[in-house]
């Protein structure tokens, strides 16, 4: 197919798939379709649902349940501790497996797991992610420039928390997604959070 400047087209088939990417980018960032302050609403939702999971005690049904899969179950529900929707309730139902289980093997293989798909998303969505944390980033220093010594920090927690990825991209002042480099950082975001979340339960 060629278009009226001369330059070739994708066929049929590559229209598809990138009108799918495209959809699946929309899909996972809400980047196509929502502001970040839009999707801060949405993560506020959903926190509000895993309190009201936990409030009615269907998180230890739940994790009950996914704890005699054994560290499968940890791994499985470790998948969902990724996205902003689903992290709020995957988090109570981690922090609960902790409780019944070795809770630093149960926090690790969830961290893993979560590192896993985490790391697979960024490489997918690498350009709209870089996109997104530059212009972040632009916008925060604006209006936080003061506060810059500590991005690293309040960044690295974002990668442990429901809160956009990019985010902690732009605060972590990443330029460029290195799969190595994310895989480690969000492993061990997600982990610490994990046992400092378990920690403050135990303490309470």
């Known amino acids: 197919m060629e278009a009226e400047d001369g330059k070739d087209l994708p066929g049929s088939d590559g229209v598809v798939a990138y009108l799918y990417f495209s959809d699946f980018n929309s899909f996972v960032l809400f980047s196509g379709k929502f502001p970040i302050n839009t999707r801060f609403i949405f ?9 009201v ?4 005690g269907w998180d230890i049904i ?15 529900v470790g998948a969902f501790y990724t ?17 019944m289980n070795n809770f630093l093997l149960t926090a690790a293989t969830a ?5 896993i798909v985490d790391t697979a998303l960024f490489m997918l969505l ?19 420039g003061k506060f810059r010594p500590a991005y690293p920090i309040v960044g690295f927690f974002i990668f442990g928390l429901p ?11 990443i330029t460029s997604i290195n799969p190595r480099s994310i895989f480690i950082l969000v492993f061990f975001a997600k982990l610490i ?4 979340a378990y920690g403050a339960i135990v303490i309470i």
Not at 62 to 76: E, P, R, V
Not at 83 to 99: D, K, N, Q
Not at 163 to 173: Q, R, T, V
């Open 43 to 51: 993560v506020g939702i959903a926190i509000i649902i895993a309190i």
């Open 62 to 76: 739940l994790a009950k349940d996914i704890h005699s899969y054994g560290i499968f179950g940890s791994f499985l």
């Open 163 to 173: 809160l956009p990825d990019e985010l902690g991209i732009a605060l972590m002042e």
């Open 111 to 115: 961290a893993f797991s979560a590192a």
């Open 193 to 196: 959070t994990l046992i400092l």
């Open 126 to 144: 690498r350009g709209p992610l870089e996109k997104n944390a530059g212009t972040l980033l632009t916008g925060i220093n604006n209006k936080f």
């Open 83 to 99: 996205f902003g929707l689903t992290t709020p309730t995957a988090m109570v139902l981690i922090v609960e497996i902790m409780r």
């Open 53 to 56: 999971i936990h409030l009615l």
